[in-house]
């Protein structure tokens, strides 16, 4: 009965914080135009949309040496050149990268209005964006993301008694949200809340979001 008590709070409080993140979207739409409607229809939305993917795959693996594939979806016109996109998706089957060891990530935004602006090579958010974020960690990633020391404290102290006691997941995620303050670059603090521990094919699975507030 104690058990099946933990697994309802524990799915109560993930649906009530998993909500919560959307309060923090913005209200606002990509304006049409009718010079962007024209953009669209001759396909500019594409080349465009891939073009972009392409860049950011590149520079993220020039940046940490592991391959993402990103997706995109974008409005119309010319809105994705002004930093205006519905969602982008990164993808990545293995991470490592700064002392941190992951594997079958995936990120995405939840929000269905997102923009960004690069200015004098810096990165700004003209919007709040929040980001999904799940991955996995076998085994061997667990030891040597550990073995780095570059993980808070307080997660590698539940990760620890994770990997020896696998009875422990229900009780670790009853102490969930982790809240951990981080950097996407020295411009943009951020903030990385740890919603959810699983255990996944014999791997320690984790779902958790980001939240970046407007900087612009």
Do not use: W
């Not at 795959?57 to 930093?83: A, D, P, V, W």
């Not at 995620?173 to 981080?182: A, G």
């Not at 990385?192 to 980001?210: A, W």
Request: aromatic share 10%; with cysteine.
């Amino acid at each position: 009965m104690k058990k099946i008590t933990l697994l309802l709070i524990s799915l109560l409080i993930f649906h009530a914080q998993a909500q919560a993140y959307e309060t923090f979207c913005s209200p606002k739409l990509a304006k049409k135009t009718l010079g962007g409607n024209i953009l669209s229809l001759s396909g500019f939305n594409a080349i465009s949309r891939n073009a972009i993917e392409n860049v950011l795959q590149k520079e993220i693996k020039k940046e940490t040496n592991s391959k993402f594939k990103i997706r995109i979806n974008n409005f119309y016109g010319n809105n994705i050149l002004n930093g205006e996109f519905k969602s982008i998706r990164a993808t990545s089957k293995k991470y490592a990268h700064d002392g941190i060891y992951l594997s079958n990530i995936n990120i995405e935004t939840i929000c269905p209005y997102n923009h960004i602006l690069f200015e004098n090579d810096i990165l700004y958010f003209r919007e709040n964006m929040v980001l999904k974020f799940s991955a996995n960690l076998t085994k061997e990633e667990l030891e040597k993301t550990l073995e780095s020391g570059n993980l808070n404290k307080n997660l590698a102290s539940i990760l620890k008694k994770l990997s020896k006691h696998k009875k422990f997941y229900s009780f670790a995620n009853v102490l969930l949200p982790i809240s951990i303050p981080i950097k996407i670059d020295s411009n943009t603090p951020a903030k990385l809340t740890i919603e959810k521990i699983d255990s996944k094919n014999k791997e320690i699975y984790f779902e958790s979001y980001i939240l970046i507030n407007k900087n612009k």
